[in-house]
């Protein structure tokens, strides 16, 4: 099955994704996660051409791809918004209050982890201990910190970062 059978107009990303899957020469099955990721910090995601190059690469049925990606949470298979929010569920942030934020967080963009929203505005992702336990619960936009949040102040934040990403001022 190639890109073009699947009506997918993407064969430029695949020719790149050839190239990442290059620097994999003696690639077998046992590598897939490692070649996932490469792929993955390559383009923002996992396409479904980038995943139909692996598993012929492979010599995978793209379905085996695709299980095993979403398997794990740490694969996307949508490309990033403008704003990528990141919500640390490590142990610290979960002490103190992480999943209220979580929620919160979900509900004021109306998408879920792994998800963008449909005007490419927003994309949330769920992460473990980004190390910055002290400054418990943390959230990230674009990689910016912001330490001790709580449902309303992450409420705001949304609000402001679409202010700003409307008036071409996104962080
Ligand atoms: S647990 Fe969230 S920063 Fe460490």
Redesign the pocket.
């Known amino acids: 099955m190639s890109p073009e059978s699947v009506g997918c107009a993407c064969a430029t990303e695949t020719l790149q994704a050839d190239a990442v899957l290059d620097r994999f020469p003696e690639a077998r099955r046992e590598h897939l996660i490692p070649i996932l990721q490469a792929v993955q910090d390559e383009f923002g995601y996992l396409s479904q051409a980038n995943m139909l190059a692996i598993g012929r690469r492979l010599n995978l049925p793209v379905s085996k791809v695709y299980g095993v990606a979403t398997f794990y949470n740490q694969f996307r298979f949508q490309p990033r918004g403008r704003v990528h929010c990141q919500v640390?569920?490590?142990?610290?942030?979960?002490v103190k209050g992480?999943a209220t934020v979580l929620e919160a967080i979900r509900q004021a963009l109306k998408i879920d982890p792994g998800q963008t929203s449909r005007d490419g505005q927003f994309s949330l992702e769920v992460v473990?201990?980004?190390?910055?336990?002290g400054?418990?619960?943390?959230v990230t936009m674009n990689g910016e910190f912001h330490a001790s949040v709580t449902p309303d102040s992450v409420r705001k934040l949304v609000q402001q970062y679409a202010k700003d990403t409307q008036n071409g001022n996104g962080k």
């Open positions: 640390c569920r490590g142990t610290a942030c979960h992480s473990a201990c980004i190390g910055a336990c400054l418990a619960p943390v």
